[in-house]
């Protein structure tokens, strides 16, 4: 084989090298992304029905309810102020979780129509809202009617 064979040989095995790690990188990254969607989306269908995503808006006042027998497991509604989603969860809940205010939650819908939560996240502070989540709230409220 001449010097400029090997030399072409080196290049092809060198180029499907990358392409293998890039392909396996992009492939890792895939399973590990994890989509936002609101309450409204989630009910048009457009979140994923077979992986895991997150949802955020506000916790629906009233809707917090524990269950007896572990104390763990919590059921709660997200809303967006149009539409509602009921959330099961168990852990233990943060701090700052509170009927009225923001949350995320991440996790899988299932075939109940109900979301089961594997995290939950509080916002921090009276300032933050994931920027789809505040979008979403400001929308809505602008199209519903005002409230005397």
């Known amino acids: 084989m001449k010097p400029r064979q090997k030399r072409f040989v080196y290049i092809v095995i060198a180029i499907a090298a990358v392409g293998l790690a890039v392909g396996l990188v992009l492939n890792a990254l ?17 979140a994923p ?3 895991s995503f997150r949802i955020g808006g506000l916790v629906e006042e009233g809707s917090l309810k524990r269950e007896g027998g572990d104390g763990l497991t919590v059921h709660f509604v997200i809303t967006d102020l149009k539409k509602s989603l009921p959330v099961i969860y ?4 943060p701090d700052l979780f509170k009927e009225g205010k923001g949350v995320v939650a991440q996790g899988k819908m299932e075939a109940d129509g109900i979301m089961h939560a594997s995290e939950v996240l509080a916002k921090h502070d009276e300032n933050y809202m994931p920027p789809e989540a505040a979008d979403a709230l400001k929308k ?5 009617p005002a409230v005397k």
């Open 30 to 46: 895939k399973d590990n992304v994890s989509l936002y969607f609101t309450p409204t989306q989630v009910y048009n269908k457009e």
């Open 49 to 51: 029905q077979d992986r």
């Open 90 to 93: 168990k852990g233990i809940l």
């Open 140 to 144: 809505a409220r602008d199209a519903a």
